[in-house]
């Protein structure tokens, strides 16, 4: 239970890291970071994320049924 938490918050960490870093990137007017278009990066931030999110979803719901 402990790990899918840290998965949790790892995951969501790093997907608002890379939506972050492609939001940054597209202000400063790059449309490719290292052979990636800004777009899937922010694709792939907003996608961290939600899995973290359901990870934590998990831990709580197990934790909600324990006695």
Known sequence: ??????L???A???????CL???GARLAGAFWIGGF??????QAGTAAMVFGCFCLLV???QRARMP
């Open 1 to 6: 239970m402990d790990n899918l938490l840290k």
């Open 8 to 10: 949790g918050w790892l």
């Open 12 to 18: 969501g960490a790093g997907g608002a890291l890379l």
């Open 21 to 23: 870093g492609g939001v």
């Open 37 to 42: 278009q800004t777009g899937t990066l922010l």
């Open 59 to 61: 831990v709580l719901t």
